[in-house]
C-alpha cells in the first residue's frame, strides 16, 4: 500500500500518548509532518511520545482549553485517540464513560470555531454487537451491547451530523483488536485486552491469567476475536489521512482467533504453559468479533498483513 507522505500537514492527535496514538505520531513524525499532542496523561505516557511532537497536557473536557489549543495554529486534520475504553467497567460506570461524547461534543465545536477540514475517528467494532453474520463487512446491523461500544456509535452519529451542518470531511474507523508492538515497547498498564492481560503474567505482575467464560458457541468454548496489529492500523490512519470523501471502514485481518488459540501460541513461542483460570464471562463481551476488510481494501487501499504468529513474537519483544 502506497502511503502519501504527510510532511507539509500539521496533525491535531487527541490521546496521542496512549497505546495506538503514540504510534501514528511516531509514524507522522518520522515521515516530517509537524505534530501536536494532546493528552491529560491518566492512561497515556508522555515517554512515548516521539520528541519532535509538540506536546500540551490537557482534558477534551475542558471546552475553552481545547478551542484555545485549535485557535492557535492552523490544522490539516484531527486524530482522535483519547476515550475511556473498557467494556466490562463501561457497564458499572455511565458517568464515566458518557465523558467519551462530552469530549466529542467539545471537539466538534472547537473544529468548526477554527474551520478545521477532517477528523480521524478511533470506532470500534463493539458497535455491531453480536454478530448477525460473520466476518461483518460496514453494512452489518449496528447494535452494541456495551455503553462502551454506545459511545463509540454516539461518536460517529455526532461526526456525520456535524459534517453534514459544517462541511468537513471525517473518517471513522472502527477497529477490532488492536495487539503487538510498534517498535515502542509501550506496556499498556490500563487495558484488560488479552495481549496485554498475558504480559503481565509473563512479567509476574499477574499469578495467572483469566479467561472470561467457557461456554461460548465457538470452536473451542471462548471469545473470537480479530487481532490486528498496531502498525497495520497506524497504516490505515495514514491512508486515511489522504481520503478525501466522508465515510467509515473495518480495520481487521479478516480472521479471528479464539482466547484459547491466542494462549496456545504464545506457549508455543516461549516454550511453556501459562498458569490460567477459566472465570465469569464479563458483561458485555461479544461472543466473536471478526472484521471483513473488503470495503477499506478497495477505497483506501489498506489491508492488514501481520499474522498472529508475527503478532505474539511482536509483543514478546516488549518484554524482551
Known sequence: MK???????????????????SACVDALCNM??????????????KKYVHPKAIFIKTDLLGRKAINKIMAEETYDSVLHFAAHKDTGSSMKNATKYAENLRGMINI???????????II?????????????SPMDEKHPIKPIN??????????????????????????????????????????????????AIVKVLTGKSAYLEIYGNNYKTRDGTCIRDYIHISDLVSG????????????FN????????VKEVIAEFEKQIGRALPKKIVAPRPGDSMSLVADCTYAHHKLGWQAIYDLPKIVSSTLKTII
Open 121 to 133: 475517528f478511533s470506532s470500534s467494532a463493539t458497535v455491531y454487537g453480536t454478530p448477525v453474520y
Open 3 to 21: 502511503i502519501t507522505n504527510h510532511k507539509q500537514k500539521h496533525i491535531l492527535v487527541l490521546g496521542g500518548a496512549g497505546y495506538i496514538g
Open 147 to 196: 455503553f462502551y461500544g454506545y459511545t463509540k456509535l454516539a461518536g460517529e452519529q455526532l461526526i456525520d451530523w456535524y459534517s453534514k451542518i459544517h462541511n468537513f470531511n471525517y473518517v471513522s474507523l472502527r477497529y477490532f483488536n488492536a495487539a503487538g508492538d510498534y517498535g515502542l515497547k509501550y506496556i499498556d498498564k490500563y487495558s484488560k485486552n488479552l495481549f496485554p
Open 251 to 258: 480495520l481487521g485481518t479478516s480472521h479471528g482467533q479464539t
Open 237 to 248: 490512519h495514514l491512508a486515511a489521512l489522504n481520503y478525501k470523501p466522508s465515510d467509515i
Open 32 to 45: 516530517n509532518a509537524k505534530v501536536t499532542v494532546v493528552d491529560n496523561l491518566s492512561h497515556g505516557e
Open 108 to 118: 466538534l465545536d472547537a473544529m468548526v470555531a477554527n474551520k478545521i477540514p477532517q
